[in-house]
């Protein structure tokens, strides 16, 4: 499946932004989806990940209580919404896709977002 991310930007600390990963393939509703980030200088990192049904959702504790993952399977759509944004939060956001949700690596990666918060 490919994966084209979106909604990325520039806003300021305590704002919001929202993020969507549109996923090529209709079979994509059976994909466990994940958000990562890489920040200048540092190593990707998971940020959180949503269940094929949309029912589990899991969480960093960086960005617990401030970001919500969704998805609309009828649009083939993930999105990340992401609140009360501070300067740690800006890198490049990346989806990606999974076909077991217990599995340890993903499958497929889309191409990255920026998100810059200043302070």
């Known amino acids: 499946v490919q994966l084209q991310a979106s909604g990325g930007g520039l806003v300021q600390a305590g704002g919001s932004l929202t993020l969507s990963c549109a996923a090529s393939?209709?079979?994509?509703?059976?994909?466990?989806m994940g958000w990562f980030r890489q920040a200048p200088g540092k190593e990707r990192e998971f940020v959180g990940g949503?269940?094929?049904?949309?029912?589990?959702?899991s969480f960093a504790d960086s960005v617990k209580g401030r970001f919500t993952i969704s998805r609309d399977n009828a649009k083939n759509t993930v999105y990340l919404r992401m609140n009360n944004l501070k300067p740690e939060d800006t890198a490049i956001y990346y989806c990606?896709?999974?076909?077991?949700?217990?599995?340890?690596?993903?499958?497929?990666w889309g191409q990255g977002t920026q998100v810059t918060v200043s302070s």
């Open positions: 990606a896709a999974k076909g077991g949700y217990y599995q340890t690596t993903y499958d497929s």
């Open positions: 949503i269940s094929w049904s949309g029912v589990t959702t």
């Open positions: 393939a209709r079979t994509s509703s059976r994909y466990h």
